[in-house]
């Protein structure tokens, strides 16, 4: 039987068409622990009850042949137009059924299902949730159907950035434990110390 969260439709839009410019080669295809950067974090998606989950990979990528929560790929032919072209395409994919969608990122591998829990745990409160680790408020990031529309202004690389700060009327903030981002080798050998 669903879960209350499954039976509310929220949805998952996994940001992961970067061009990883800093890791120097595909970030998508790089492995912690055997499996994808990518495939890590559907899996916390798919276990923190999120469906459909909508992934949004470059146009070259091939999707894994089985992974969590069968998602729907999303092809980004213009990485280079920042976060923000993913976002819009992310949230295009999704179906009228939505209640709403948490933003996640493709190479945060370690994001804890307790900071999943605590962002689905205060929806209601304002149309928007946002965590806050590191000094910054980043994704994971719940937006309400009615407030879709603020995706549409997202320019950039910055995703919603910015608008959490113009729109803060808008938005719940919660303190979360961080999620460290792969953005270098450097920072892919440090995880694999820890696992």
Do not use: C, Y
Not at 76 to 95: C, D, K, T, V
Not at 126 to 146: F, K, M
Not at 161 to 186: K, Y
Request: charged residues 20%; aromatic residues 4%; hydrophobic residues 40%.
């Amino acid at each position: 039987s669903p879960t209350p969260r499954q039976a509310a439709r929220v949805a998952a839009v996994v940001l992961a068409a970067g061009e990883s410019r800093r890791f120097g080669s595909p970030k998508q295809l790089a492995e912690l622990n055997g499996r994808t950067l990518l495939e890590h974090v559907l899996e916390r998606a798919n276990g923190a009850g999120l469906a459909p989950i909508v992934a949004v990979v470059p146009k070259w990528f091939e999707p894994p042949a089985t992974v969590g929560g069968s998602p729907r790929w999303v092809r980004n032919p213009h990485p280079e137009r920042g976060m923000s072209e993913s976002l819009q395409l992310g949230f295009a994919a999704l179906p009228g059924s939505v209640e709403a969608a948490v933003i996640l990122l493709g190479d945060q591998p370690t994001l804890p299902a307790s900071s999943l829990a605590a962002i689905l745990g205060r929806r209601g409160e304002r149309p928007i949730v946002a965590g806050h680790s590191g000094g910054h408020t980043a994704p994971p990031v719940l937006v309400e159907r009615s407030h879709f529309g603020i995706v549409q202004e997202a320019t950039g690389d910055r995703g919603l950035g910015d608008l959490l700060v113009t729109r803060a009327d808008w938005v719940t903030v919660i303190e979360l434990p961080p999620a460290d981002d792969v953005d270098t080798p450097d920072d892919l050998r440090a995880l694999e110390g820890q696992w």
